[in-house]
């Protein structure tokens, strides 16, 4: 409720207002046009709707300052203000009837437009439907904010980054430990897949069986000796190969078995013939070169031949390609599998191997031209066949890693198959997903866009739920609304009504669909085209029943208002273009608004219409007020004494009347003048299909004679005889029936009576 208005500064015609107080439940505004009517209402709409933009436009032309306006409602402990192009709070439950109102929510000049009415849906709603729909408005805000989101995040996690994965479950992936290790190994099965008839054929790792030197057995070899021989015999062969020089242990040992033998102990030398069966010396030899030595000679000839034929060139070329093999297999396999790392260059081996070999058979050879002569094994020699072995184990233990790997090399020959290449091309794109899903580039976006289709998945459920509420009132209220409408015109005697009055959501807004009955007969609200000659909206109402209707359309939302007594009804101008029928409605509708509602506020131009308001009021809780011109033409609001304007011209003449009856007056030909329209005027009321308006005293006379010639009687004859006493005295005051009026001789005692007779007349009424 509005107590107070404690400044009006800078909009309209105000130009500095001040000091309204003590507002009551009803406020009736007097103004002429132009005078600042619909600036108050435009004032309580924008604290209705918070809107400061319908004051800013208001403001004040040429006035420095900006709008500012001080106003006190009930209930609140501060004033409302508003300054600064904003209110301190606004108050919700007002309800404005203007030409804003109309023009908004009715009609525009001749014609009801789609954005009339999708605003008349809101109207009909009401503040609980206008609630719900905002609510589903604000939830459908959200959604499309969530979506706003959900493309800009999707713009960033690209169809190539998501590996054809669909968005919302490439967002979903969950993190997995060591993705990056997965990858790895399911690229290598994919690459085994795609590789199936090769992997099928190549074969696993095996040992390359390198020929080896047995030191110990070449030390013992090269150390041999015959223990059983005579030293002096042993010494004298040795003196004697001396003589013979180079070779000769081999040159006697082979002539020891060419000897000669003639039967019967004799024998001959080879060379010379001649007999040396008596020869101490031949002894001695056949003791050196017995079985023993023959014995040892062909051990070291072994150990020869072994070594020469296994570190043969042949053997050093073969086992060549099997070291090349064996690097070729660990390039191969080490795309499927995890090998061991493998460090064997054959150009370290090679000339290990030729050296160890040369050195070993150089030793035996040296051996073998002298069996019985100790070898020794030099420290070169040995440390070039150790580095040889040393060389050798080194490339056999990582061969022996290598075996190691086959199982898994199996694992990946039986899982080859070229049949599950989708299989396993599907898993390695899935585990790409989730590391790219999970990288630094994409898990905010990925993040952002999983929180808003999960917060629009909320949104759309709570957006149903709303709209369900929504329409289930939508569709209680516009059947209310409807009837409400139709019984409001029946009130107002419109001879149309409404019909197909329905919510409706064309084109996505909220709308109302309605179409026009008259005469039975469905009138739309508009023609499509240029076709003026059918009957709609714009030629089929006057002026007066489209204001009527848009009285009803209001009249209708308020009836529907939950919250009405606690509300504010503002209406301007509320009878524009009514009759006199439909302006008694509007102020009996206006009454019952005072007694059902929290405060009403009246703004009109017509004096009367007020007047006949105030009259039926409850004074102590009515406040008229009136608008004035100030000075530079600016306007004020001030106290209005209803009661003297709402006193018409039949409550004056009828005073002059009273007045005269008690004491005399010096204005006794105005005295007389009252006496022919207090009579008409009560008879207009007393007989108004007989009286009609125009009809003189004289004519009403004559016509209830008529009636009563032809036996129709609707006064008794002694009222007729004083009605036509009272109107032949009457008469001779007025310048129609008596061209003298002026100049009448007025009798004291004479107009004194028939005052009287008047007065008894109209207070008794007739017989």
Not at 678 to 686: A, D, W
Request: aromatic share 8%; charged share 25%; glycine share 4%.
């Amino acid at each position: 409720m509005l107590k107070e208005i404690n400044l009006i500064r800078n909009i309209g015609c105000f130009d500095s207002f001040s000091g309204l107080t003590d507002l009551k439940k009803l406020v009736l505004i007097y103004a002429e046009n132009g005078r600042g009517k619909t600036t108050v209402s435009a004032i309580l709409s924008s604290l209705a709707n918070n809107d400061a933009n319908i004051l800013m436009g208001r403001k004040r032309l040429g006035a420095l300052d900006e709008p500012h306006i001080v106003l006190n409602i009930e209930g609140e402990t501060e004033n409302t203000i508003f300054q600064d192009s904003k209110w301190t709070n606004y108050l919700e439950n007002i309800f404005i009837y203007d030409d804003e109102f109309v023009s908004q929510n009715v009609y525009s000049g001749l014609e009801i437009t789609a954005n009339h009415r999708q605003s008349l849906h809101e109207v009909i709603l009401g503040h609980r439907g206008v609630s719900l729909a905002r609510g589903v408005d604000e939830l459908a805000q959200k959604i499309s904010d969530c979506n706003r989101i959900i493309r800009e995040a999707s713009s960033e996690i690209t169809y190539d980054k998501r590996f054809g994965l669909y968005i919302d479950p490439f967002c979903s992936l969950p993190q997995i430990e060591g993705v990056e290790h997965a990858i790895k190994e399911k690229q290598k099965q994919y690459d085994a897949v795609e590789q199936a008839d090769v992997i099928s054929k190549k074969p696993l790792f095996s040992q390359i069986p390198f020929p080896v030197i047995n030191i110990e057995a070449l030390k013992d070899i090269l150390s041999r000796e015959l223990y059983d021989l005579n030293e002096t015999a042993v010494q004298s062969v040795r003196k004697h190969f001396s003589l013979i020089g180079a070779n000769a242990e081999e040159w006697i040992s082979d002539g020891m078995a060419r000897i000669i033998s003639e039967g019967e102990g004799l024998e001959r030398c080879p060379f010379c013939g001649q007999n040396i069966s008596a020869l101490d010396l031949i002894d001695m030899y056949r003791a050196y070169f017995g079985e023993a030595y023959i014995a040892l000679n062909k051990d070291i000839e072994l150990h020869i031949s072994q070594y020469a034929t296994g570190f043969s060139g042949d053997q050093l070329s073969s086992k060549q390609e099997d070291v090349n093999k064996v690097i070729d297999l660990h390039s191969f396999w080490g795309k499927f599998v995890e090998l061991p790392e493998l460090d064997i260059k054959w150009a370290d081996i090679s000339p290990l191997w030729q050296k160890a070999r040369d050195e070993t058979l150089s030793l035996l050879r040296t051996k073998k031209s002298s069996p019985l002569t100790k070898v020794e094994l030099t420290g070169d020699a040995q440390q070039t066949i150790e580095r040889y072995i040393s060389i050798i184990s080194g490339v056999q233990q990582q061969i022996e890693s290598l075996i190691n790997s086959n199982e898994k090399i199996r694992e990946i020959k039986a899982s080859a198959d070229s049949s599950n290449r989708q299989n396993v091309a599907n898993q390695l794109n899935r585990l790409k997903a989730t590391q790219s899903r999970h990288s630094d580039e994409l898990k905010g976006f990925c993040d952002i866009y999983l929180s808003a289709v999960s917060k629009k998945a909320d949104l759309e459920s709570e957006k149903e739920i709303a709209r369900a509420e929504l329409d289930s009132h939508r569709q209680t209220v516009f059947s209310q609304y409807h009837n409400s409408i139709n019984a409001h015109l029946e009130l107002f005697g419109a001879n149309f009504r409404i019909g197909g009055l329905q919510s409706s959501d064309a084109a996505g807004l909220p709308s109302t669909t309605y179409h026009l009955i008259v005469n039975n007969h469905q009138v739309p609200l508009a023609i499509q085209g240029d076709t003026f000659d059918l009957p709609c909206f714009k030629n089929t109402l006057s002026a007066g029943d489209r204001n009527t209707l848009a009285l009803a359309f209001f009249f209708a939302s308020l009836e529907n208002e939950p919250n009405l007594n606690n509300s504010l009804i503002v209406l301007d101008d509320p009878i524009s273009s009514l009759d006199d029928a439909r302006t008694t409605t509007t102020i009996q509708k206006i009454r019952n608004l005072v007694s059902c509602s929290k405060q009403v506020i009246i703004l009109c131009h017509l004096k009367a219409f007020l007047c006949d308001i105030w009259e039926h009021s409850d004074k102590d809780n009515t406040t008229p007020l009136k608008m004035t011109r100030g000075l530079n033409n600016t306007s004020e609001i001030e106290s209005w004494d209803a009661s003297s304007d709402a006193f018409t011209e039949y409550d004056k003449r009828h005073k002059i009347l009273r007045e005269y009856a008690e004491q005399d007056t010096q204005d006794k030909r105005g005295v007389a003048q009252c006496l022919r329209p207090v009579m008409e005027r009560y008879l207009r009321i007393t007989f108004p299909e007989h009286c009609t308006p125009g009809t003189s005293l004289g004519n009403f006379r004559n016509h209830v004679k008529n009636l009563f010639d032809n036996g129709q009687n609707i006064m008794s004859v002694v009222d007729w005889r004083e009605l036509r006493d009272i109107t032949e005295y009457a008469n001779k005051f007025h310048h129609d029936t008596n061209p003298a009026w002026q100049t009448e001789q007025i009798n004291d005692n004479e107009l004194l009576g028939f005052v009287k007779r008047v007065l008894d007349f109209v207070k008794h009424g007739t017989t």
